[in-house]
Nanobody, 118 residues
Framework: VQLVESGGGLVQAGGSLRLSCAAS????????MGWYRQAPGKQRELVAT???????NYADFSKGRFTISRGNAKNTVDLQMNSLKPEDTAVYYCNVRPPVGLSGINYWGKGTLVTVSS
């Protein structure tokens, strides 16, 4: 399975970006797709996840500003980011993993850089 992210870039504070991730290859039917981010000098952190049943989880900083969604084919996941802040600057990574309690491989994309200027 390969995950390819797109949509990163430079945006001014208050602006919007939409990140997309496409999974190639066969992903397990039971899975969780999500977005994580890593800012310089910080640990990677959860942004949002969505299950194969469309259950969604957001980090507190994402709530009200970011929206995660899956494509109809269930092998794509998007992240709509609004009201961006300079502190949202980070490399954003797409992830596919098994649900908690199931075994399987944790897949990561190479990341896409989001830079928010003040």
């Amino acid at each position: 399975v390969q995950l390819v992210e797109s949509g990163g870039g430079l945006v001014q504070a208050g602006g919007s970006l939409r990140l997309s991730c496409a999974a190639s290859g066969s992903i397990p039917r039971r899975n969780v797709m999500g977005w994580y981010r890593q800012a310089p000098g910080k640990q990677r952190e959860l942004v949002a996840t969505i299950t194969d049943g469309d259950s969604i989880n957001y980090a507190d900083f994402s709530k009200g500003r970011f929206t995660i969604s899956r494509g109809n084919a269930k092998n794509t996941v998007d992240l709509q980011m609004n009201s961006l802040k300079p502190e949202d600057t980070a490399v954003y990574y797409c992830n596919v993993r098994p649900p908690v309690g199931l075994s399987g491989i944790n897949y990561w994309g190479k990341g896409t850089l989001v830079t928010v200027s003040s």
